[in-house]
């Protein structure tokens, strides 16, 4: 999802118009689109099928990278190497944007910790037995976020 799709979103939800030049069938599209995302004090989020809880859309490429780096560590920044599965249920507990699994998977195949441990010991479990979804809090804090307007 690039910026003139977030651009498009946030017209549509705010004050319901369309981009110019857009056919029928893509306005029907943005619209079955919107109905995954809300618009809280001009910040984004998706909500999407699955997920009720909504998630901040974070459009910036850099910043997607941050947060992977901030999500492969613990509460005192040191790497985890936890692996896919539980990086990923990291990430997407907080943040969504469009290519998220691929882009954990690609970060930590990239890291040279993860890449070794998962050589060593192919049956590694992928997560931690005693993972829970509560037990870490959000290292980002979305305080940064509510200066971002779309």
Known sequence: MDHEDIVAITEYITKGVY???ISKGEKRSLRKRCHSFSLKNGVLYHHGNKHKKQRLVVSDPQERVRILD???RDSDGRPTHN???FTHRKVTDWYWWRGITEDVKTFCKRCPECSQLAVANPN???EPEDSDSNR???PIQMMYYSDMRY
Do not use: A, D, N
Request: aromatic letters at 6%; charged letters at 20%; zero cysteines.
């Open 70 to 72: 901030t999500m492969h």
């Open 124 to 126: 590694r479990h992928s």
């Open 19 to 21: 981009p110019r030049g």
């Open 83 to 85: 692996g896919i599965k």
């Open 136 to 138: 870490y809090s959000m």
